[in-house]
């Protein structure tokens, strides 16, 4: 264990005493040759190697050089062990990462995958160890907890790519509305979801639109009924952060007679950024864009000087709960005409300053029990794509950096499964694609709407959907490709691929403002990244003008107001925090009419993070509003409650005071110390400075209803690449190249990214050797 500093005397010298050297000369045993690594004006690291080999060993000294707390935490969260270190708060995931059994996973992962992948992970973990053994100061969280840097193996970089997506999208979705099932029966429960907008905006065929699907209640009937049983309700009788931007312009409709390619990935504003720009060349291949701290190459945003790609989450349903019945001793599930054995072991979580926690872990057929308790009978399983089977995604990053054309690329991705993406692609001789990048179970559509009974076999998958079965389009007629996590195809697809997705807002606003902008330039990217039309704003601004005008003066003061706003959600402009106040206290009442404010107690969404009913229903109120649909209003009126959440948004402090958007919405990033060492968190967490949006604009600085107005998720990174012409492509990250506290790259981007700004990307080696602020040497 390292010697403690306590938080109370942290103080900006000791930040720089922790910091690693940027300059001259480290041995980084197992090179075959010398590697430079370069840092430009930004910090952002360009690394230049002999091999592939080497240039992931560098990489990996480079990774742990900027972020190495990072790494180690994120691996830690991924296998169970988070609350070592941060104590009872990560307890809950801790536990759920144990029964998903992510260590199992990721170490038959690497034994599955091919040589050339495992090379790159050994290499990768070689050059993190390398870092370790070099003599540099570790990162100061390791001083604040008194903990030493543990050894990085090859399987550990599995680890932690499969955490930054694990879990996401569908099963929430499913949790929450069997938990609300009991409370607003079989004919409403399809209405718990993201709103259309009316029609979804369909990604394939690009510009198309489609009725969205609805449930299937006959199809239900039978996991209706034994959801119903199994919470000790009679049957039913007759009886919903994150998202992404990207878009592609073809060569035909944009000003530089190329293909332009622009994006922003949207997560919670993690400290530090789960993102890092990273420039890496070697004899195969010279690569720009951005990595994951903690894993090699470039798995979701880079070009490599022929082709260029950016991804966006594509909301496939690759994850399925199953409601079991197990025997009476619990050994057994019904499955079929027989019985289906069930594993159970025990296991334990150090908890710092607490001891140890235990608990069981028991699996059945389809996979660990997730929610639920065993003994009571039922509960329910989770069967995840992530989990199911060996993952040979790892195989893809090497294939990727060879790849010259689109349709490479595409091929290259050939068993992608971690987590399901829309990969948008285009390449220097013209052309622009999409490919949903995901591995996706044969089933019924049934499976997305509810946790199905675990006991009939024909609920069981039916093998997969082959690659080339998945939604695919290159150089559609029309020359634009834009998706926004939008339903991806309609419903007469021949294989069922999803139920929940975003709402069309944000894709329909950029392929009507790329409409309008036919020679579209790497130039008018950030414009675009910064729009902050609202289309819910509007929506809820002209159902107030048939609402009769409030009895009460601040009411009826703040209906006026909003009537005459335009809906776009500037910073400056206190109109949009109005609407803010306005919007959540309307989902409030929504909650506690429908009777949906106690579902959050349920033990089903409870699952870490859990499910927060408020959350859910921010995402459903608008289009119960324009259909008029006030079946979850308890038999009131939504005229009604729009005057009661008139009255109660005017009485709020930012409606009262007239404050900013921008000054109520502005992100707080914290550092996940923070909370544990808060006399440190002044020289933890990064500064931020006011910001518009919100999760319904193309700028989706996005909130969390039950939290506030303040902006918890958001663009990670904004990105163009100039296709064929790379030294006109631009980035930026929201806070910084480095994550070390006390860098002078930890804070840098953010005034840049908070503008809609970006900085040069830089490519071009001669330019970056003149010019680099930082140089250093690795030697064999």
């Known amino acids: 264990m390292l010697p403690k500093i306590s938080a109370e005397s942290l103080n900006p010298q000791q930040l720089s005493a922790c910091l690693a050297p940027l300059d001259g000369q480290v041995a980084l045993p197992g090179l075959t040759e010398p590697a430079s690594l370069l840092r430009d004006s930004w910090g952002i690291p360009h690394l230049k190697a002999a091999t592939a080999q080497d240039a992931w060993r560098a990489l990996g000294f480079a990774h742990a050089q900027d972020r190495l707390f990072q790494m180690e935490l994120t691996r830690r969260r991924a296998l169970g062990r988070a609350a070592e270190w941060l104590g009872e708060g990560a307890v809950a995931s801790d536990m759920l990462a144990r029964r998903l059994g992510m260590e199992a996973a990721c170490r038959r992962d690497v034994a599955a995958i091919g040589a050339e992948a495992r090379a790159m992970l050994e290499s990768y973990a070689a050059g993190v160890n390398g870092f370790l053994e070099s003599g540099a100061p570790v990162p100061v969280e390791y001083r604040l907890l008194g903990e030493t840097p543990e050894r990085w193996e090859a399987w550990h970089s599995i680890a932690v790519m499969r955490r930054l997506g694990l879990l996401m999208g569908s099963v929430w979705f499913k949790l929450w509305r069997a938990a609300a099932l009991p409370v607003v029966g079989a004919e409403n429960v399809g209405k718990l979801r993201y709103d259309d907008g009316g029609r979804d905006l369909l990604a394939i065929p690009p510009g198309s639109d489609a009725a969205r699907h609805q449930a299937d209640l006959e199809a239900l009937a039978p996991a209706i009924r034994a959801l119903l049983e199994s919470l000790g309700r009679e049957g039913p009788g007759d009886e919903t952060a994150g998202g992404s931007n990207n878009w592609a312009v073809g060569p035909a409709r944009s000003g530089t007679g190329r293909p332009v390619l622009a994006g922003d990935p949207h997560r919670v504003f993690e400290i530090p950024n789960m993102y890092a720009q990273h420039h890496v060349a070697c004899d195969a291949f010279d690569m720009v864009g951005l990595t994951v701290p903690g894993v090699p190459g470039f798995p979701h945003f880079a070009h490599n000087g022929s082709v260029a790609y950016c991804v966006t989450h594509a909301f496939m349903d690759i994850h399925d709960l199953f409601l079991e019945r197990f025997s009476e001793d619990g050994a057994a599930t019904q499955h079929g005409e027989g019985l289906a054995p069930v594993t159970r072991r025990r296991d334990s979580i150090k908890v710092r300053d607490a001891g140890t926690c235990d608990f069981e872990i028991v699996e059945t057929i389809h996979g660990p029990v997730i929610a639920g308790d065993p003994a009571s009978g039922t509960a329910l399983a989770l069967r995840s794509v992530q989990f199911a089977e060996p993952d040979l995604s790892f195989d893809c990053l090497p294939r990727m950096t060879q790849a010259r054309t689109v349709a490479e690329l595409y091929d290259a991705t050939r068993g992608w499964g971690l987590i399901d993406h829309n990969l948008v692609a285009a390449d220097t001789a013209g052309q622009i694609g999409h490919l949903v990048r995901a591995r996706v179970p044969r089933r019924s559509a049934a499976h997305g709407w509810l946790p199905l009974p675990g006991w009939d076999p024909a609920n069981d998958w ?84 048939g609402l009769a005008e409030p009895a009460d003066p601040a009411a009826a003061a703040l209906r006026r107001t909003l009537l005459g706003w335009d809906g776009q959600m500037r910073a400056e402009d206190p109109r949009p925090a109005a609407y803010i106040a306005l919007r959540r206290a309307a989902t409030r009442k929504l909650a506690e009419r429908s009777g949906l404010s106690g579902v959050g107690q349920h033990p089903w969404t409870a699952v870490a993070p859990g499910v927060v009913p408020q959350n859910q229903l921010w995402w459903t109120l608008p289009d119960l509003l324009r259909r008029d649909d006030s079946s979850l209003l308890g038999g009131g009126s939504w005229d009604q409650l729009l005057q009661e959440a008139l009255a109660e948004a005017a009485a709020s402090p930012e409606v009262a005071a007239e404050k900013r958007w921008g000054e109520v919405h502005q992100p707080r990033f914290v550092h996940p110390l923070s909370e544990q060492y808060p006399a440190a968190a002044a020289l933890l967490d990064p500064p931020s400075r006011p910001v518009g949006g919100d999760g319904d604009t193309v700028l989706a600085n996005g909130l969390l209803c039950s939290a506030g107005p303040r902006a918890t998720y958001g663009a990670l990174a904004r990105y163009v690449f100039d296709v064929g012409a790379w030294e006109n492509c631009r980035w ?34 001669p330019a970056i050797e003149a010019q680099a602020s930082h140089r250093q040497q690795l030697t064999p």
Not at 484 to 509: E, G, I, K, Q, W
């Open 462 to 545: 039916q093998g997969w959907i082959a690659h080339e079965e998945m939604p695919q389009v290159i150089d559609p007629p029309e020359g634009l490709i834009v998706t926004a996590n939008n339903r991806v195809v309609a419903d007469d697809h021949p294989d069922y691929l999803c139920t929940d997705c975003h709402p069309p807002y944000r894709a329909s606003r950029i392929l009507e403002r790329l409409r309008a902008m036919p020679g579209f330039g790497p130039e008018d990217a950030a414009a675009l990244h910064a729009d902050t039309l609202s289309p819910n704003a509007l929506l809820l601004r002209d159902r107030l003008r």
């Open 732 to 765: 930026a990250v929201f806070h910084g190249a480095s994550g070390q506290p006390g860098s002078a790259y930890y804070t840098n981007q953010n005034e840049a990214w908070s503008d809609c700004a970006m900085v040069p990307m830089l490519y071009d080696w």
